[in-house]
């Protein structure tokens, strides 16, 4: 059993959370088991985004993993590193959805028991997903923030071993594999684009992507949501007043160490994008390439759309982060619309 000891951030953390951020050699390393574990996903140029931007756009198709967003790489990396004692008890998570899906697919694999808990009104489908992996899943609270402090309390009562969502060098290094896989494909990328929750996506990114090729690595996060924008920007790690996006995976109130400091040391630049640039962007992906992507992953898209002009002639990549959108939201958002 342990208990929590100071953090750095709002959020708990308990000894075994190592406070130092991981480097591109942690992501190399970290090669290995995702590579054993899941399939390399594809990275596609798009022919109607090619148009529109005037320049060479590419997807990176993390929806094509199993889970259906890029978190899995992450969890497989964290589970297969986790130390025996907590192979009995088991691993704990707070989640919206996708970080829950990736843990519980890794304790899966490496037979760990896992509990995720999730607030009351989490995505349905992202639930019943959890349990098929074999998870037991909690319901607790409003928000995000409501289930995290459940979790890490019950992490304390009952010694499970607590994934933090962003404050796991192992979890960050291994998401940045996907960032690997870019930059051998496309050694000639101008820009990078991606969401930012958490922020583990982002510092994956500036590991490899930005490490080790020219781009310019570009965060994108909802102005509905700004935590990790204020963090990155002003140099603190003070909750934002406002959260209120519709895009679960990147709905954060609390920015968190870890993963500030690698952005406030190597993303390049920062977007702040509208709840309704990242409807559009959802439409885009649906109308343009049948993708069905999350709003989480559309607010790359929207970000591009921000700097249209510089992008001319360039090569650009985004991830398509997740294909976890709800239907009931697929419908409201693509199902009463034409491409606009
Ligand atoms: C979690 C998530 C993000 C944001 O990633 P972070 O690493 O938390 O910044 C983006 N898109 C999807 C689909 C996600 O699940």
Redesign the pocket.
């Given at each position: 059993m342990y208990e929590p000891v100071d953090s750095p951030d709002e959020t708990t953390l308990f000894p075994y959370h190592d406070r130092t951020p991981p480097t591109t050699a942690d992501v190399i390393r970290a090669r290995r088991v995702v590579e054993e574990q899941l399939p390399q996903t594809p990275l596609i140029r798009s022919e109607a985004l090619s148009a529109e931007f005037d320049a060479d756009v590419y997807l990176k198709r993390?929806?094509t993993l199993p889970t259906?967003?890029?978190?899995v790489r992450?969890g497989v990396r964290l589970i297969s590193q986790l130390a025996p004692e907590f192979h009995d008890p088991g691993v704990i998570a707070a989640s919206?959805?996708?970080?829950g899906q990736s843990i519980a697919y890794a304790g899966r694999v490496f037979d760990v028991p896992v509990t995720i808990v999730v607030p009351e009104d989490a995505n349905t489908s992202k639930v019943r997903a959890m349990e098929r992996y074999g998870a037991t899943v909690v319901f607790h609270g409003r928000t995000f923030d409501d289930a995290r402090e459940h979790a890490e309390t019950m992490a304390t009562e009952q010694g499970y071993r607590y994934v933090h969502?962003?404050n796991e060098p192992s979890l960050?290094a291994g998401?940045g594999t996907a960032g690997l896989e870019i930059v051998e494909t496309l050694p000639d990328i101008d820009y990078l684009f991606?969401?930012?929750?958490?922020?583990?996506?982002?510092?994956?990114y500036c590991l490899t992507v930005g490490a080790l090729s020219d781009a310019t690595v570009v965060?994108v996060q909802s102005e509905a949501a700004p935590a990790?924008y204020r963090a990155w920007k002003e140099g603190h790690l003070q909750p934002a007043e406002r959260m209120e996006t519709f895009?679960?995976?990147?709905a954060?109130r609390v920015p968190f160490y870890l993963?500030t400091s690698v952005l406030r040391d190597q993303l390049d630049e920062f977007q702040l994008v509208s709840e309704s640039a990242i409807e559009r962007g959802i439409r885009e992906l649906f109308f343009e390439e049948t993708i069905v992507?999350?709003?989480?992953?559309a607010?790359s898209l929207a970000g591009m759309g921000q700097l249209q002009e510089e992008l001319r002639g360039k090569t650009v990549v985004f991830?398509i982060?997740?294909?976890?959108l709800a239907p009931e939201r697929f419908q409201r958002i693509v199902g009463t619309a034409s491409s606009d």
């Open positions: 993390e929806d259906g967003a890029f978190k992450g919206t959805g996708n970080h969502s962003a960050v998401v991606c969401p930012v929750g958490g922020g583990s996506s982002a510092a994956g965060g990790m895009a679960e995976g990147i954060t993963t992507a999350e709003g989480a992953s607010t991830p982060s997740g294909r976890n």
